[in-house]
């Protein structure tokens, strides 16, 4: 929420120490959409890995039995005789098969979009080394353990966005790879062998992904904006019901920092139970640890608006952002 008003806040003259505040709002809100972009991949790249080590480091494939259940119609016998069959011989032919044209119409299509005749000879080639990396991989993630697997994913993404980054002079970008490189493959080393945390640490950064959602919205003012009042107020007042409705949020997202810092660090909060998530052995506090540092961000830059608005007194142009 944004107050009474659904004008958009000016900005504060990027003068002095308003210059200075709006250079770490900047800061800390690439901050922010590095860590949205990495969680999300986090949790795209685990829940991947977890399904990957199911299929094929158990004797249990639901695709065997779901074959089954479907060729049974046919009158085949459902008994683990044919069960084992299919899954020893019919499932990695049609998984291989399934990687193998996957590999051919990624080629199709890069030929297709840039308008060039596509090669038969190319695109089985294509075929067979997407169906080769495939089985390494599905091989990798059935005898390492997850610790190498992730640690080596994270540390070779971050290589890759930082050589970006350095084309494009990003330095920041650059410095941010190094530190995620470095404190991610440490945290890598202290994993569990397998992958059965992989769906709490999804949950765990989705908590955090939400919150931070709801502070970047905020900076990029995509919050929801109550207008409706404003609308029937003298436009002479409007300046000053704005500064208002502002300083009202900045006290809601004030008293909301409050109760989650009490929430978590109280007397009786989840920092003090002591209290670790069974899988990924991460302290509890730290999920709702993400509504305190959201919820402080959403306070400052409010409160930095607040002052303005007290300060400049004005009818921003309005415009439509949501």
Request: hydrophobic share 50%; glycine share 8%.
């Amino acid at each position: 929420m944004s107050g009474a008003t659904g004008d958009t806040p000016s900005a504060p003259a990027r003068t002095g120490l308003a210059r200075i505040a709006g250079l770490l709002d900047d800061a800390v809100l690439r901050v922010e959409q590095t860590f949205v972009t990495l969680a999300a991949l986090v949790m795209t790249t685990t829940v991947t890995l977890d399904i990957v080590y199911r299929a094929f480091a158990t004797e249990e494939s639901t695709l065997a039995r779901k074959l089954l259940t479907l060729v049974s119609v046919a009158g085949v016998e459902k008994n683990d005789a044919n069960y084992a069959i299919l899954r020893d011989y019919a499932t990695p032919f049609i998984l291989g098969l399934l990687a193998f044209l996957c590999g051919w119409a990624a080629y199709l299509a890069g030929r297709r979009r840039k308008g060039q005749a596509a090669s038969l000879g190319i695109g089985l080639a294509w075929g067979a080394i997407t169906l080769v990396g495939a089985w390494g991989f599905v091989q990798l993630v059935e005898r390492l353990s997850s610790g190498w697997i992730c640690g080596g994913l994270l540390i070779l993404g971050c290589l890759a966005y930082a050589a970006y980054a350095l084309r494009k002079r990003d330095v920041i970008g650059v410095v941010l790879s190094a530190i995620i490189a470095g404190a991610g493959g440490w945290l890598c080393t202290h994993l569990p062998p397998q992958y059965i945390w992989s769906q709490e640490l999804s949950l765990m950064l989705l908590a955090w992904m939400a919150f931070l959602g709801g502070s970047m919205a905020t900076r990029m003012d995509k919050h929801i904006q109550v207008d409706a009042l404003s609308r029937l107020i003298p436009k002479a007042l409007r300046p000053w019901t704005r500064a208002l409705g502002l300083l009202i949020t900045t006290t809601f997202c004030a008293y909301m920092t409050f109760l989650a810092y009490e929430h978590v660090f109280g007397a009786q909060g989840d920092y003090s139970s002591g209290e670790l998530r069974p899988a990924t052995r991460i302290p509890a506090w730290t999920i709702l640890l993400a509504a305190v540092v959201a919820f402080f961000l959403m306070t400052l830059r409010f409160l930095s608006r607040t002052i303005d608005a007290f300060l400049r007194p004005q009818v921003p142009e309005q415009k439509v952002s949501h």
